[in-house]
């Protein structure tokens, strides 16, 4: 009986340690599944409203971008403000560093090769903040580390091709990885600056669709949050877990499997059916403020949800007294600073000089002493989020 009995505590003891040891394997994965948290439904408004975005933004500044035969910005791809500093992606082949006050060229990146530092095309860029470097992902699926100066540090072999990258406590986040027309959209790969380690975190779950909507399907705002194709859930990378914390109940946004398999083989009728049906398949360029979230979708309007209130708002606004500022020219820059920003092209701007009055008489002043030409580099506007004791 005894021996029977130690027997089964020997079994349990044994049972335990097991349990205990594939616990610990598993806390120390680094295949991080996307988080079954539900998400909290969003009603969709039926009316779009014009005034909810002035209601709660206040106009903050704008940056014109130096003009030079030398410094000519093509498609803005990406749009980075720190402190001092603008970082942005122009087309896919030059970086610039601008002066965020005087809107001044300081650095200009665009080494086409495949040598040390150089790129035949870049995919996407990001700021590290903690060591001031600037980074660039490129189409030989390297991670490029320059200075300030914009002198080449060093480089890291990803291996893999994403389509968006951005850089958060040290860390450099790697989303959605692209394989033809399929890409991975729940799953982001990390690679640690200081010590130089990889991991994986979300779900490898393939989606076979390649249209993107104007914008950006991951933001680093005071979260990093992102959107997957064909789904209306809002994600922030949050406790080293994708977690879906909001989903839009978008009653035009179911696409039949025939409209989805059109956007690869017929890509034109799909286009026009989406038109046709105001079809909602994608949200993206998702930036998060204080009391804020502001995305967009592939259709027109400007989404703002209230995160204190837990309410979503459609706003179809033109600010007709600021050089008729609309939801289309809304951008999503990076940066934590609570603010909002618009891309305005040049000739937009002097067409309409007299459309001032919405701003404050010393930026008024500063407009007319810019002189700005119609093929002048972009203007950006930023609006910040209004104190509420205002």
């Known amino acids: 009986m005894i021996f029977e009995f130690c027997k089964i505590r020997l079994n349990i003891m044994l049972k335990n340690i ?4 594939i616990l610990m394997l598993s806390s120390c994965s680094t295949d991080r599944k996307v988080s079954d948290k539900v998400s909290i439904m969003l009603d969709v408004p039926v009316s779009p409203i014009k005034t909810y975005f002035k209601e709660h933004f206040d106009f903050e500044s704008f940056i014109a971008i130096e003009t030079t035969d030398s410094f000519l910005v093509s498609d803005i791809k990406k749009i980075v403000r720190s402190d001092d500093n603008i970082l942005l992606l122009s087309g896919n082949r030059s970086v610039f560093l601008i002066d965020a006050h005087s809107g001044k060229l300081k650095v ?8 040390p530092g150089e790129s035949k095309r870049i995919i996407d860029i990001a700021f590290n903040e903690e060591l001031g470097q600037i980074l660039l992902y490129n189409d030989f699926y390297k991670l490029l580390v320059f200075d300030l100066k914009g002198d080449f540090l060093s480089e890291v072999k990803v291996g893999e091709m994403y389509e968006n990258v951005t850089c958060r406590r040290g860390e450099v986040l790697f989303y959605n990885k692209l394989n033809g027309y399929s890409c991975y959209p729940y799953m982001l790969k990390i690679y640690n600056l200081k010590n130089k380690m990889w991991r994986t975190v979300g779900d490898d779950i393939k989606i076979d669709f390649p249209i ?14 992102f959107n997957a194709p064909l789904d209306y859930k809002l994600y922030c990378f949050e406790d080293d877990t994708p977690v879906a914390h909001y989903q839009l109940d978008i009653s035009m946004a179911k696409l039949s499997d025939d409209l989805i398999k059109k956007s690869i083989s017929d890509p034109q009728t799909f286009f026009n059916e989406v038109s046709m049906g105001k079809i909602v398949y994608s949200l993206n360029s998702l930036r998060e403020t204080e009391n804020f979230l502001i995305f967009h979708s592939n259709q027109t309007g400007l989404f703002l949800f209230d995160k204190k209130e837990n309410k979503l708002y459609v706003d179809e606004f033109l600010m007709d007294d600021i050089f008729y500022i609309n939801s289309g020219d809304y951008y999503p820059h990076e940066g934590d600073d609570n603010s909002v920003m618009f891309l305005l092209t040049a000739d937009r701007w002097i067409n309409h000089p007299e459309l001032m009055s919405g701003l404050p008489t010393e930026w008024r002043n500063k407009v007319n002493a810019l002189n700005i030409k119609e093929d002048d580099n972009p203007i950006l506007f930023f609006f910040k989020e209004k104190n509420k004791l205002e």
């Not at 097991?18 to 040891?21: E, I, K, S, T, W």
């Not at 104007?214 to 949050?225: F, T």
Request: charged share 25%; glycine share 12%; proline share 0%.
């Open 212 to 225: 993107r909507s104007r914008g950006l399907q991951m933001v680093n705002s005071k979260r990093v949050w």
């Open 108 to 115: 200009c990146i665009d080494k086409c090769g495949n040598g």
């Open 18 to 21: 097991v349990l205990l040891f």
